[in-house]
């Protein structure tokens, strides 16, 4: 198994002519390879921009000197980290999956035995997946049985995944490394370990890192393999590795790579513009005939005595110069930038005094453009795995006899959350009376949450307006 998917990735498997390299030998490679791969290394900047935790945190002001170069504290040094890439993942994933999902299907009984299977709490799985997808460029979950017999979902942090893909364009697995650092203790010493778990279609291998090598994990079920799961007392495979990919989009990309550098240089100017001001409280000198040693000495004399001594009273003296910027170039500046990181991160755009303050219609649209379209390369992704993962659902409805529906065509369907003028919507509400069912009309009412809900309501209402059949005295 191992050997073959090797073979089709053009993996040379051999040290020389006569040894083969073990099983072990090659899941290290994998390790060590994804670890300083460029595809890691943007998963951990998206988690940390998300967070605000941007590279000017860790700028420092560096004075050149004949010994070298030396971190200058003396000089203002602010940092000023801006959340461009939390708002606008914050933006996406609230627009595309904070509703409730739905699912479409001729068959309602299996929809029912999927939403069932799945949990009460799926919507949430999603809302986290879009959330480290966005980020990371690709969300992994892990599918399970658990000791009650019940299926399981876990999403299982993308740095720790090391995929190893049947094809170039990344739709089927051949298998999955997952690598964990955990805290340990060995009598009363603590220590810290990482174990790293193999999965293929049939079987999982346990291992811990030793230095330069993997070797089997006795701790976890003897190193293995076992089985994926268990139905009673009996081992059973999934038949697929189980772990599904869900892509921000098809180059697995997070999204701070669009716009990293556009914020850097926000965050840059902004934070110069700061020191700037910071440091022009204090007035630049210019000292003539100053009878002084250096520098240093002329500040004390100054702060502490309040004077300073002249060598040269006629031609001697003290000017100051007042440090100017130009606000207005730097406020263009600032300005553009953020327009640049709204526009190609594809968010929706902020300058409302070109679309006026309630925009409607074809503005309304244009306004979503550029979300809109960022969330459909999401969807699109997200629609592929939620296939796979009803793989393993038929898988687990099959195995507890509740019927076998892998011929079942279930489309996911999300619902966006999208921004509408109420008035004008309203308004064309009213104007399609008599055209279209109540029912519709109530549907897209701004105000109707719960459409069975507001039909009854309406019902009641009538009701209790319509005259008694009978006056009271006028029985027949």
């Avoid at 969330?375 to 795995?385: G, P, Y």
């Amino acid at each position: 198994m191992l050997l073959n998917l090797f073979n089709f990735r053009n993996k040379n498997l051999f040290r020389n002519d006569i040894d083969m390299m073990t099983i072990e030998e090659i899941l290290y490679n994998e390790i060590m390879e994804f670890n300083a791969s460029d595809k890691r290394a943007w998963m951990v900047i998206g988690d940390r921009y998300y967070r605000c935790e941007n590279d000017i945190l860790d700028r420092r002001i560096v004075r050149h000197t004949e010994k070298g170069d030396v971190e200058d504290k003396s000089k203002a040094n602010n940092k000023l980290a801006h959340g461009f890439v939390k708002n606008l993942v914050d933006e996406k994933i609230g627009y595309l999956l904070t509703k409730d999902y739905a699912l479409k299907c001729d068959n309602e009984e299996y929809i029912q035995k999927v939403k069932e299977v799945l949990g009460e709490y799926f919507q949430y799985t999603l809302t986290r997946l879009g959330y480290e997808a966005s980020n990371k460029g690709i969300a992994w979950l892990q599918v399970y049985i658990n000791e009650q017999g019940k299926f399981g979902t876990m999403i299982i942090p993308a740095e720790q995944c090391v995929p190893l893909w049947k094809d170039n364009t990344h739709t089927e697995l051949d298998g999955m490394i997952r690598m964990y650092v955990q805290t340990v203790y060995e009598g009363k010493e603590k220590k810290k370990i990482t174990r790293v778990e193999y999965y293929t279609p049939q079987e999982i291998y346990y291992y811990v890192l030793d230095g330069d090598h993997l070797i089997p994990d006795i701790e976890q079920h003897e190193g293995g393999p076992i089985l994926h799961y268990k139905k009673g007392a009996e081992g059973r495979s999934w038949g697929k590795v189980p772990f599904i990919a869900w892509k921000n989009n098809h180059l697995e990309y997070p999204d701070v790579r669009f716009i990293k550098s556009l914020v850097d240089s926000y965050d840059k100017s902004r934070s110069e513009i700061d020191n700037f001001i910071e440091e022009t409280k204090n007035l630049i000198y210019v000292l003539k005939g100053y009878g002084g040693e250096n520098l240093a000495e002329f500040m004390r004399d100054l702060n502490y005595y309040r004077a300073i001594k002249i060598d040269d009273p006629e031609h001697g003296g003290v000017d100051t110069l007042t440090p100017k910027i130009d606000i207005a170039a730097a406020k263009e500046h600032f300005e553009q930038l953020k327009r640049d990181i709204n526009e190609f991160g594809q968010g929706i755009p902020k300058d409302l005094d070109k679309f006026g303050n309630s925009p409607s219609g074809i503005s309304l649209k244009f306004l979503y453009a550029g979300l809109d379209l960022k969330c459909n390369h999401l969807e699109v992704e997200f629609r592929q795995a939620f296939n796979q993962l009803l793989y393993f659902v038929n898988v687990y409805l099959a195995e507890n006899g509740q019927g076998n529906y892998e011929n079942e065509h279930v489309e996911l369907i999300f619902n966006r959350d999208v921004q509408i003028n109420e008035s004008e919507t309203i308004i064309n509400i009213q104007n399609s009376k008599g055209i279209i069912s109540d029912k519709t009309l109530i549907a897209n009412h701004p105000w109707v949450s719960d459409v069975e809900e507001e039909l009854k309501q309406i019902e009641k209402e009538r009701k209790s307006e319509e005259p008694p059949m009978f006056e009271a005295g006028n029985e027949g």
